[in-house]
């Protein structure tokens, strides 16, 4: 069975600092990847996504995510955080296999910007 | 904007009673799915449609149902609501199964 693990549930990183927040997974074979962001009362959003090739993926807003195969890890990265960048962030996979396979997404970690 | 549309955004209704919610999916995407986010269950799978068919069933109540109507868009129905049916009900869509998914701003249901 597919499952997430994103184990923090909040980040607390100050404005200009880079920020990680970290996501691994367990999938059959080889896995769909992607970041969402949750802004307050609002649906998520899609940042990124990972399924070949380069195992840098950049996305929106400027975030980036890291494929690690061995490490089956799938970090967010940003290079300077932003206040704005604020919110509940989701881990997200599936696998690749045919047939359909279910989107299946971590608990979320909340991410606190300070000014 | 994800041009997922979801109606209503609040709904506010007694236990025992039915409710419908909308999605109209983004322009062109032929899957749709439903989402329940609640605090202590986060973000779970409800159901999956492609062109109109049932694709999948994750943890969806018999209470539940869902379809598709041939314009694409999906109603989720629920019925006989219990107070723990309260939570965010998302709908998103995607061009390809494979592809990401594209969320509506959700509904926001409150059983009293």
């Known amino acids: 069975a597919q499952s997430v693990a994103q184990p923090e549930d909040q980040v607390n990183v100050a404005e200009g600092n880079p920020l990680t927040v970290k996501c691994t997974y367990s999938v059959s074979g080889n896995p769909y990847l992607f970041w969402y962001v949750q802004y307050p009362n609002r649906g998520l959003q899609f940042l990124l996504k990972?399924?070949?090739?380069?195992?840098l993926v950049k996305g929106s807003y400027g975030f980036e995510a890291e494929f690690n195969k061995s490490q089956t890890s799938f970090h967010l990265k940003k290079p300077s955080a932003l206040v704005s960048d604020s919110a509940l962030y989701f881990c997200?996979?599936?696998?690749?296999?045919?047939?359909?396979?279910?989107?299946?997404f971590g608990t979320g970690t909340r991410l606190l910007v300070s000014p | 904007d994800s041009g997922v549309t979801q109606t209503p955004k609040h709904l506010i209704t007694a236990t025992g009673q039915r409710v419908t919610l909308r999605c109209s999916p983004r322009s062109g995407d032929l899957s749709v799915y439903w989402y329940q986010q609640s605090l202590d269950q986060g973000l779970q799978f409800l159901i999956q449609?492609?062109?109109?068919?049932?694709?999948a069933k994750g943890n969806i109540l018999e209470r539940f149902s869902a379809q598709q109507f041939p314009d694409l868009h999906s109603e989720l129905n629920l019925s006989s609501l219990e107070l723990g049916d309260s939570a965010l009900y998302f709908c998103?869509?995607?061009?390809?199964?494979?592809?990401?998914?594209?969320f509506g701003p959700g509904t926001r249901l409150t059983v009293t």
């Open positions: 449609y492609y062109n109109g068919e049932e694709r």
């Open positions: 997200a996979v599936r696998g690749m296999n045919t047939g359909f396979q279910k989107l299946v």
């Open positions: 998103a869509s995607s061009t390809e199964i494979v592809d990401e998914q594209y």
């Open positions: 990972y399924i070949t090739g380069d195992n």
